[in-house]
């Protein structure tokens, strides 16, 4: 903005901010903003139109027929102003008669009057308004003028917000995206139904104050903002998705351009010097760009807008020092976490009991953030677009993760039918619970294991609710993702010693921690050296665990000591050749003798076991072998590695199929290896709780599976239906020559035999 504009600008501003401070009635206000504007802007007509009942009502005008002020009203959509309001832009024209959206009101006088230009009056990104301008010679109005128009109406909103002159739910009723019922769909990552109300992950930043005090410190305020932003953005660039969950590099690439963009700081310092602070300045260079962006019909714009939106709320976060997240202002009732992503340890911060569901924009199956989900029990649907276009605090959302949507403000009949499915799932989880007592026998007689993974001690009574073989994997890293700084000892003692009470006679498998990829402790990044290019398959899990000794010396301890005349079944993350077991075995045997010379009272048996996750391991297994009491196969991070494909990258989510010839026939070989040896084999990812996967590790030979709670009933009913001899016999001819889907062909098979999936 040039300086005779700003300062023409800063002129109308500081006699607003007088009116504002002013003890006049509203009206009274109203009047003298119309004239403050009309004089600034040497224009001889001003007005200002407000939502009221639905309709948009002259309010003030200096230069229209003062008989037509309450008078004349017009609806969304209607003539000029309406128009306005309802796409909530601006309109600049020399000849207001040849706009086809004309419409002549005879009561106002205005027939001599040629040219015309209105913005929208916005509150929270809707008209509630309209500020306009006329004039007797047909001209158009300069961009100068037009973005003084756009600053003034922003101070009216917090005027008009402040009077209590419209009512803001009939500014968004205005607006069907906002209002009507909205269907979205998206990617199922945690099957399930909920109901509640939409929350932010990151509530929207609320302007308080509008009009500066003191236009320096604003813009001091904003350079530090920046500043802070930048380094943010650098940080969560440098370690890609370690940490963020899966912001992955694109994004933080387009993040980085708008951060260090000088255009764009240089417009906020603009609007600053027209007098706005900070806070106000943020938001009108939004609203404009919004307004522009919204001229161009161009998806990769829109998605553009989206990553430009998100790192203004993050500045406006940081300036108006709103920092925390939902999680910290507490949830109120039945809730629908709304989030672009989030990462593991952000989740487990909400309130479990009110959390229903999670919608996300961005999100892959086998993120931890959704495992995480999963273990808490609560359905994901991810990758659903245009959420945050369409969804406002508070409103009701239903959640349907089966079906792969979520409706915004359902209708009454859409809520009918929804409860009737809420109904029939509960009936089949009713269903699932009747099969705890029962054993899963498949129908040739073999029995299945069929374990829970778990990590927190809310988890453990999953055991008794689903009848379950015993834990498969516990995940010992939850405690470290929920605590501030690092669990000491005796709290480590005290979960596992409860978790092994709870569990009774079923054994419980518990795998040291596997930090670093996307579960980050944020008390151990610092002391972690360089960040990571890519941490996936980087500094994590087993490879922490020997460097750090100390950190596995207290958890072997913690460990021993918590499964005191007991079996202690112990498995290590990660490892990718045989000696990184053996170390981490001989830290576990070195503690056990140190303990055991302090005559503290040892495990009666321990058994230790290696996650097969990296493909590297299975190339030396028959050297392992011998060594295991137990091999889990970590199927989510093996494909990752198999496929090189970053299980977090939602670009990646549904690219490649586990039920892949690739990964069943590594898993095939791999069960040829470790025939003859004693080690009990278990697959313990994600896969083997989906019906149709599991029945494709049973067709392979996998006997143990270790499962997301929610599942173990649906694979029991599975299990109970195989003919294993008939399953591997299919499954060994199409391993032998692959049909184009492997899926396709076990789902017809299944269905040839009246075996239905979930
Ligand atoms: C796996 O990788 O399959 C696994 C079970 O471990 P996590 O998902 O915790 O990495
Ligand atoms: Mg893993």
Known sequence: MPAAAASASRLILTSLHEVMASRAHAQAKLNRVVDSIGEGLDS??????????????????????????HVTRMAVGEGLVGTIARNVETLNLAEATAHPDFSYRPETGEDKFHSFAGVPIVRREQAVGVLCVQHVDPRRYEEVEIETLQTVAMVLSELIDNAGLVDEEEAWSASPLMTGPQHLTGLTLVKGLASGAAVFHQPRVTIEHVVAEDTEAERQRVFLAFDKMREQIDRMASQAEFGVGGEHEEVLQTY???????????????????????????????????????????PLLADRMHDLEDLANRLLRIVSGQLGTAASQGLRGDTILIARNLGPAEL??????????????????????VIVARAMGVPVLGRVRGLRGVVRDG?????????????????????????????????RQAAYARLREVEPFTKDGTRITVMINAGLRDDVPNLALTGADGIGLFRTEFQFLVSATLPARERQTRLYRDVLEAAGDRPVVFRTVDIGGDKVLPYLRHTGGELEENPAMGWRAIRIALEREGLLKVQARALLEAAAGRTLNVMFPMVTEPWEFDAARDVFESQRLFLKNQKKQMPDAIRYGAMLEVPSLAEQLDILAPRLSFLSIGTNDLTQFLFAADRSNPKLAERYDWISPSILRFLRRVLGTMAGHPADITVCGEMGGRQVEALALLGVGIRRLSITPAAVGPIKELVRKVDLAEITDAMNRWLASPPPSLREALIAWAAARDIQFD
Request: hydrophobic share 45%; aromatic share 6%; proline share 2%.
């Open 44 to 69: 001889e007509v001003c007005s200002i139109y407000l939502l009221r009942e639905g309709m948009l009502e002259l309010f003030a005008t200096r230069g229209l027929a003062q008989e037509a002020v």
């Open 256 to 298: 980085k351009m708008f951060a260090y963009d000088e255009g764009w700081a240089r417009r906020i310092n603009e609007a600053i010097d027209s007098g706005l602070t900070a806070e106000a300045a943020i938001e009108r260079v939004q609203q404009r760009t919004r307004m522009r962006m919204r001229q161009i019909d161009d």
């Open 348 to 369: 487990l911060e909400y309130d479990r009991r009110r959390l229903k569901g999670v919608v996300l924009e961005e999100g892959s199956l086998t993120a931890h953030v």
């Open 395 to 427: 409103d009701p959302l239903l959640l349907d993760a089966d079906q792969g949507t979520v409706t915004v403000r359902p209708l009454p009949a859409v809520v009918e039918a929804f409860e009737a499915r809420f109904a029939k799932n509960r009936e």
